[in-house]
């Protein structure tokens, strides 16, 4: 393997191109999804994602030291451009409440807190939770919750808070595949927590079901929302520790999201029918049974989780 450009999470050039894809393919997956359906078409959606990434093809190279997917380029959705999603609690999310239960009222950071849920969570349990997200009316549904949330992203960390803040704990869900320089965006997160803080990241797990199994999502080795713009990172356990540690945060512990054949299977035949099962609970059981199957081959290959996982670290040293 030759020289490539410097892996984002461990340092070393050891990389190479995995897969490709062009922009109308990306955009082809996107317009499939119901919540874009008369919204935004594939024309809109080729347009939107040409602009935000500048090239016709992306790729992602992968890094033989730690693992981890990287996207070429290393672009992600404009603010104005980027998809509505629905938000609501996941594994990452319930299981830091979990790991917060019985903890002293801690100085607690989010970036990315979307509408509120896990930072409302949070403050009932007595911890003094402050919030940021790049999207105005998610900040507005939040501090409709008497929630302290705040306009901003990671790239402006230092500028959307007071100069005093100073953090116990943060919590970042679903953020750190989404960036495109994340040593810089570690780097300031560090001005802003003191020694010892709890850091809880949540993020696609590589071993989830939906890329191993063929569904109509996928497009190459993932799924569509894997892909720049949306994500630029594929996270790996071997990588995202070897990266934490690199930034000078302790791992504590990785968790993967647990597995559950019967409701993987169901999912993924959801997926392929696509709605045109609704009404046919016989056809349905059928393609359950069928994906079931599947899963149980994709299992002997290596093991399989649900969608996310959890880390959770210490920060060393002086914050």
Same mark, same amino acid.
């Given at each position: 393997m030759s020289a490539g450009p410097a892996c984002p999470a461990c340092g070393e050039g050891r990389t190479a191109e995995l897969e490709g894809a062009d922009v109308a393919t990306l955009a082809r997956a996107w317009a499939r999804q119901p919540h874009l359906a008369g919204v935004r078409g594939e024309a809109r959606l080729? $347009?939107?994602?040409? !602009?935000?990434?500048? %090239?016709?093809?992306?790729?992602? =190279?992968?890094?033989?030291? /730690?693992?981890l997917e990287f996207a070429d380029p290393m672009r992600a959705w404009s603010a104005g451009n980027y998809p509505d999603e629905g938000y609501g609690l996941a594994f990452d999310h319930l299981r830091s409440l979990e790991l917060l239960r019985g903890s002293p009222p801690l100085r607690l950071l989010e970036v990315g807190c979307a509408e509120g849920r896990f930072l409302e969570r949070a403050a009932a349990r007595g911890h003094r939770a402050t919030g940021l997200d790049f999207t105005a009316r998610a900040v507005e549904a939040a501090r409709g919750r008497g929630l302290d949330a705040r306009v901003g992203d990671v790239s402006t960390l230092r500028a959307a808070l007071a100069p005093g803040d100073r953090f116990e704990a943060v919590a970042m869900f679903q953020i750190i595949e989404h960036l495109?320089?994340?040593? $810089?965006?570690?780097? !300031?997160?560090?001005? %802003?927590?003191?020694?010892?803080? =709890?850091?809880?990241?949540? /993020?696609?797990?590589?071993?989830?079901?939906?890329?191993?199994?063929?569904?109509?999502?996928?497009?190459?080795?993932?799924?569509?929302?894997?892909?720049?713009?949306?994500?630029?990172?594929r996270w790996s356990e071997r990588s995202l520790r070897r990266f934490l540690a690199r930034q000078g945060w302790r791992v504590e512990r990785v968790e993967h999201e647990p597995f559950s054949p019967v409701g993987a299977a169901a999912h993924l035949a959801a997926l392929r029918g696509a709605g045109r099962w609704d009404g046919r609970p016989l056809r349905r059981r059928v393609e359950t049974l069928r994906a079931l199957a599947e899963v149980a081959a994709a299992r002997v290959a290596g093991p399989l989780s649900g969608v996310r996982l959890l880390a959770a670290a210490r920060k060393e040293g002086a914050g």
């Open positions: 080729a $347009a939107e994602i040409h !602009d935000d990434l500048g %090239v016709e093809r992306v790729c992602f =190279l992968g890094c033989a030291d /730690c693992g495109c320089d994340p040593g $810089a965006v570690f780097r !300031d997160l560090a001005e %802003v927590v003191v020694p010892g803080a =709890l850091l809880l990241v949540g /993020c696609p797990s590589d071993r989830r079901y939906t890329r191993r199994v063929a569904h109509p999502g996928r497009v190459g080795r993932s799924d569509f929302w894997d892909w720049p713009p949306q994500h630029t990172l």
